[in-house]
């Protein structure tokens, strides 16, 4: 009795929308009451135990937990060992596989998590139509190496009582820019974050600069209550057309993910040839209305770390231009740093 992990798991993984971790563990527990039930020879019993063993080969080389006593289980079994972690919402792009790879490269164990948190939605059209691909992002993951650690839990596993957010105070942080758009947005991100630090206990955390106030919230928040924890800040990964990678951009059709390109292109023009906030501003209004299926949220130029609005832009100082779009239903943020 023979098959080969890739005809397993196109025959029955893909078919069934499932992951090998999980057909492992229905087969398996098929096959133990089958052999309860049945009074099996011994080349039969033989025939089952290595189609088990080959499950089993294919699960432990593709680690993927589904709830916090496993995850609590596999991190126990590293103690001692640096740990990085990049928590991410799935849909995994170039953006994200850099993330991983940076903490690969600076780590002994490495976990992902995958999970689309719904306290950070104040959209409910939002949440439903964030795009969701497990099973390529299990494979995205482990072509950078096999042996990643995948959590990819469930809304209940990670909310058993009650779908909210716990409260966290920001020291007005969390007021400007898309905590001013997307009310609670930062307290349901720090919730998520703060469960996933609970149970992995990092030493390390990876998050990208795209989204630089989440970025700064987030590193805030650890040196107070995670001081164990260090946060390491990526770099913006880009489309060809400048367009910063994000999940939500598979959303967008194609000419308007091409035509989302000026969005960078006006952000780099500002860095270079401008110096006062009034003509940054006044050129990014000027652009948007030669686009008119994109609409400006906000474009402010701010303080890098107290994210306060600055008038005159001084490369000496840590100073950052960010803004959001939308088109076609689908939110666009990015950022520069005005130097």
Known sequence: MGISNAKFESSLCGKYGTTSDDMYNIFLSFILGASRICELNDKFTKNLHDFCAQLESITSSMPLIRTLTGLEEARNNYKGNRCGLVPTMGALHLGHLALIEKALAENEVVWVSIFVNPTQFNNLNDLENYPKSLNADVDAIHSIHPKINIFAPTVLEMYPQKIEANSHIFYGLETVMEGADRPGHFEGVITIVSKLFDVVKPDCAYFGEKD???????????KTNRPSTKIIACPIVREANGLAMSSRNNLLSKEARQEAGFIFKTLNYCVQKLRTSTEILAEIKRVFASHPSFTLHYAICVDEDSL????QIDPYKNQRLFIAASVEGVRLIDNIALK
């Open 212 to 222: 630089f106030q989440q970025l700064l919230i987030i590193k805030n928040w650890t």
């Open 308 to 311: 306060q609005e600055v008038s």
